[in-house]
């Protein structure tokens, strides 16, 4: 199905769901309008049957991926990102296997091109990996799989070989991973557990996007922990770092809330990575995100929810 819609020329830049949910609501008042893929698989708008080709309503059907009504909504929503379209999960995400997609997604996109070409992939640049050896990628948490398929795109234009495992604790986000890789030509390994327990080895690129809110739920896709949702981005960043082959580099793009004036994960990791003698660096990406859960209790003592983004730079010799 994917696929299909690929071939249609397809495109949708996926919004936050506050401005979603607006456009649902402006719609919902206009009478008599033309429903477009962009309105099924982006807007997640209902829609008669008639309303989509009978090849797409066909795959749609078997592949299990229409939500009871009438009229009928997809399943599935559809994404672009760099050319790539990638599935994540129906409008609202309410569920706890819910496959996160949304500015956060682009977000991440362009701090892994940024970092694997300022990084990895520059001239002047000293990388752990040879240039024709095989470029080891880890992505933890992948949920769609926008992460690991944007650096291997990076790797492929460099004309580097690559090897990608995408790992998560969610089935769902496997599956729909999987697929997304599988349409945009990139082999990949799946990995199904929590962070790192179901991979070996070591990597010369680990990446990862955790979610980085607290839940009251404990929603898989959206929940980060302890310390207002920063407690997994340094758990992950903790674990990496036993993780990277020498040379190798640890992309972590995550939030976390502001106390005072004060960023406590980066806190945290200047405490962690002192220790190491490893380059590193640190960079607020947007100063301002999710303002809506500023309103919710726990956050009553947070200026505002960053989104940052730390990169690890492992020297050749020993840990």
């Known amino acids: 199905m994917l696929k299909e819609v690929a071939g249609t020329g397809y495109a949708f830049i996926t919004p936050t769901p506050v401005t979603h949910q607006r456009y649902l609501d402006q719609r919902s008042r206009d009478q008599d309008q033309d429903v477009s893929l962009r309105d099924i698989f982006g807007w997640n708008s209902p829609f008669a049957s008639h309303q989509l080709a009978p090849s797409l309503l066909a795959l749609l059907?078997?592949?299990?991926?229409?939500?009871?009504?009438?009229?009928?909504?997809?399943?599935?929503?559809?994404?672009?990102?760099?050319?790539?379209?990638l599935l994540h999960s129906s409008f609202p995400t309410g569920a706890s296997s819910s496959v996160?997609?949304?500015?956060?997604?682009?977000?991440?996109?362009?701090?892994?091109?940024?970092?694997?070409?300022?990084?990895?992939?520059?001239?002047?640049?000293?990388?752990?990996?040879?240039?024709h050896s095989t470029v080891r990628i880890l992505d933890v948490g992948c949920g769609s799989g926008a992460g690991g398929i944007a650096a291997a795109r990076m790797m492929q234009g460099a004309g580097r070989e690559c090897s990608l495992t995408l790992s998560d604790i969610n089935p769902t986000a496997l599956r729909y991973a999987a697929i997304n890789a599988d349409v945009a030509g990139i082999p990949v390994?799946?990995?199904?557990?929590?962070?790192?327990?179901?991979?070996?080895?070591?990597?010369?690129?680990?990446?990862?996007?955790?979610?980085?809110?607290?839940?009251?739920?404990?929603?898989?896709?959206?929940?980060?922990?302890?310390?207002?949702?920063?407690?997994?981005?340094?758990?992950?960043?903790?674990?990496?770092?036993?993780?990277?082959?020498?040379?190798?580099?640890?992309?972590?793009?995550?939030?976390?809330?502001?106390?005072?004036?004060a960023d406590p994960f980066l806190d945290e990791m200047t405490a962690a990575l002192s220790s190491t003698g490893w380059p590193w660096s640190y960079t607020e990406i947007d100063p301002d995100v999710f303002g809506e859960e500023l309103s919710r209790p726990i956050y009553q003592h947070a200026d505002r929810i960053a989104a940052v983004g730390l990169i690890v730079c492992r020297s050749e010799g020993p840990p």
């Open 189 to 261: 390994r799946l990995a199904l557990g929590d962070t790192f327990a179901a991979v070996d080895g070591q990597f010369d690129l680990i990446i990862s996007n955790p979610p980085y809110l607290y839940d009251d739920n404990r929603r898989t896709y959206r929940h980060g922990g302890d310390g207002l949702g920063r407690a997994l981005s340094v758990r992950i960043a903790r674990e990496a770092l036993t993780r990277l082959a020498p040379g190798g580099q640890l992309l972590l793009y995550t939030g976390v809330a502001i106390i005072a004036g």
């Open 100 to 131: 996160f997609f949304g500015p956060d997604t682009y977000r991440f996109a362009r701090f892994i091109r940024h970092a694997l070409t300022e990084h990895v992939l520059s001239p002047n640049t000293a990388s752990g990996s040879a240039p």
């Open 61 to 85: 059907q078997q592949a299990g991926a229409v939500l009871a009504g009438n009229p009928a909504r997809s399943g599935v929503r559809i994404a672009s990102l760099d050319g790539d379209l």
